[in-house]
C-alpha cells in the first residue's frame, strides 16, 4: 500500500478541521452522506490498509446513490434546508434585523462548506487511487442529467457553483429561507403527526381535482377559503360533513397538488392524538407556509375528552392561533359527539341541574368550525356520471350503456352509489379488461 504525499495529506486535514469549524451548519453532517464522507477523511488521514480506505468509500459511494444525488448537489440542497438558529429567524425576518454575530457565523460557516464542495467524488476517487494504489480509480457517483430538481431550489444551485466565496450570497441565502420555508417543510409537502413528531410523507395521494366530479359547490367553497388562507388572511375552519365515499378527504387530499408550490403544506394528525394539537401548532408558528391540519372521520363518543383539545384551536384561548394554520375536518355526523336518548334530562334526583347545557354543548361543537360543507349521496345520475369521467381517464373504452349497466349492478352489489363506489368500479374494470387483453393476446399466440 503506498501512502499520500504530504501535501495531500495536509489537504485531508484542511478539510477535518473545516468540518468541525462549523458552528451552525453542524447537522449538514450527521446523517448517512456527511458520516460517509467524514469517516473517508479519516480513513485517507489515518492511512488505514487498503480494505478500510475502499470499504470508507464504498459506503460513501452507496450513499450517495441511495439519495440519488452527487456529494456537491446534496450539500448545497442541504444547506437551503437546513433547521437552524440562524435559518429559523432569516425565515421570519429580513436579514439587516438579524443579530450580526449570527449573520457573521452563517458567513464563516458557508465559507466552511465551500472547501468541502470543491472536494468532488472525482479528487476522493483519485486519493484512493494514489493510496491503494489501483490500476483504475473507483468508479465515481454522476447525477442523472434528467433528475427532477426543486424548481425553487434551482436559482441559487446555480449561483453556488459559480461563486467565489460563498458569504457573498448571504442576502439571497436569507430571502430564499424567507420565501421556502426550511427544515422539514422544505423537504416535503405532507406530514403525518405520529408519536409527538411530524414525519414527512414522501408520496402523498396522488389525487387531482380533475379526477373528482360532483359537488362543485362545496368544491368551490373549499377552493375559495384556501385561497383566503394562502392569501394572508383569516380563513375559516372547515367541517365537510356526509355520506360515506362521498369524496369528502379526496377533495382535502386534492388541495396539495393544486396548491403545494404555492407553500401549502398538509398534517394529518388522527383522532387519537388531538390533544397533541397545541404542540403541533407552535410547531408551525412564524414558518412562511401555510397549514391545512387535516383530521379524518371526526366523531366523539360519550365520555371522550379529545374533543377539548380541538375545541381549544378552533375557538382559541390566549395563545393565538397563527393565521397560517386551519383545520380541515371530515365526518360521516352531523355533530360529531354521539347522543343518546338516555343524555335528554329526565326528572331524577341524580340528573345534572343545567343538563340541557350539557347536551347543547354536544350538538353545538360542530358550530365551531366556520364552515360546514354537506356531502348528500349522489343521485343515479349524477354517479353514472362519476363513472364515466373516470373510464375515460383510465382509457377505458366501452359501450356507454354496457359501461352504465355494469356500474349500476357493482353499486349495487357493494357500497351502493358513491364517488368511492365509482373509483373501486373503475379501479377493478380496468385490470380486468387489461388481463383479459393480455390473456386473449397469448392465447392467439400460441395458436
Known amino acids: 500500500m503506498s501512502s499520500l504525499n504530504p501535501q495531500l495529506i495536509a489537504q485531508v486535514r484542511f478539510l477535518q478541521r473545516q468540518a468541525a469549524s462549523l458552528l451552525l451548519y453542524q447537522s449538514l453532517l450527521t446523517d448517512a ?23 470508507a468509500y464504498g459506503i460513501f459511494f452507496q450513499e450517495q446513490a441511495a439519495n440519488q444525488q452527487c456529494w456537491q448537489d446534496y450539500l448545497i440542497a442541504q444547506i437551503l434546508r437546513a433547521d437552524n438558529p440562524f435559518t429559523q429567524q432569516a425565515q421570519q425576518t429580513d436579514l439587516k434585523n438579524l443579530p450580526s454575530s449570527l449573520v457573521a457565523a452563517a458567513k464563516s460557516d458557508l465559507h466552511c ?80 403527526w405520529q408519536n409527538r413528531e411530524l414525519l414527512g410523507i414522501f408520496h402523498p395521494d396522488p389525487v387531482h381535482f380533475s379526477q373528482l366530479i360532483g359537488y362543485e359547490s362545496q368544491r368551490q367553497i373549499l377552493l375559495q377559503n384556501t385561497e383566503f388562507l394562502l392569501a394572508g388572511y383569516a ?70 375528552d379529545t374533543f377539548k383539545a380541538l375545541k381549544v384551536v378552533l375557538e382559541g384561548n390566549i395563545t393565538a392561533r397563527p393565521q397560517n394554520v386551519v383545520v380541515y375536518a371530515t365526518s360521516n355526523r352531523r355533530h360529531l359527539v354521539r347522543e343518546y336518548f338516555a343524555d335528554r334530562p329526565q326528572p331524577r334526583e341524580v340528573d345534572e341541574v343545567q343538563a340541557w347545557d350539557t347536551v347543547q354543548e354536544k350538538l353545538s361543537f360542530s358550530d365551531r368550525f366556520g364552515l360546514t360543507l354537506t356531502f348528500e349521496p349522489p343521485d343515479q345520475q ?59 393476446h397469448r392465447r392467439d399466440h400460441e395458436s
Not at 388541495?255 to 394529518?268: A, F, T, V, W
Not at 357493482?410 to 352509489?417: D, F, I, V, Y
Open 113 to 192: 462548506l465551500q472547501s468541502l464542495y470543491q472536494c468532488s467524488g472525482e479528487q476522493l476517487s483519485q486519493w484512493i487511487q494514489q493510496l491503494i494504489p489501483l490500476s483504475v480509480a473507483p468508479v465515481v457517483w454522476q447525477p442523472e442529467p434528467d433528475r427532477v430538481e426543486k424548481i425553487e431550489e434551482l436559482p441559487l444551485k446555480s449561483q453556488f457553483a459559480k461563486l467565489e466565496n460563498w458569504g457573498d450570497i448571504i442576502e439571497e441565502l436569507a430571502a430564499h429561507y424567507r420565501q421556502f420555508g426550511i427544515g422539514l417543510f422544505a423537504k416535503s409537502q405532507a406530514f403525518r
Open 235 to 304: 380563513a375559516q375552519n372547515v367541517l365537510l360533513y356526509g355520506s360515506r365515499g362521498s369524496g369528502k378527504s379526496s377533495l382535502i387530499k386534492a388541495l396539495l397538488h393544486q396548491y403545494g408550490d404555492r407553500g401549502l403544506r398538509l398534517i394529518e394528525v388522527a383522532k387519537s392524538d388531538l390533544q397533541d394539537l397545541p404542540i403541533v401548532i407552535e410547531q408551525l408558528r412564524g414558518s412562511p407556509h401555510k397549514f391545512i391540519i387535516f383530521v379524518d372521520d371526526l366523531s366523539f363518543e360519550e365520555d371522550d
Open 382 to 440: 349524477t354517479y353514472l356520471k362519476m363513472v364515466d369521467h373516470l373510464a375515460a381517464l383510465a382509457g377505458i373504452r366501452l359501450e356507454t350503456q354496457e359501461l352504465e349497466f355494469r356500474a349500476l349492478q357493482w353499486a349495487t352489489r357493494h357500497n351502493g352509489r358513491s364517488g368511492r363506489s365509482a373509483r373501486q368500479f373503475v379501479d377493478f374494470l380496468t385490470a380486468e379488461l387489461a388481463l383479459f387483453s393480455v390473456t386473449s
Open 33 to 55: 452522506i456527511g458520516q460517509a464522507f467524514i469517516n473517508l477523511l479519516v480513513a485517507l488521514e489515518q492511512e488505514s490498509n487498503a480494505l478500510d480506505c475502499l470499504q
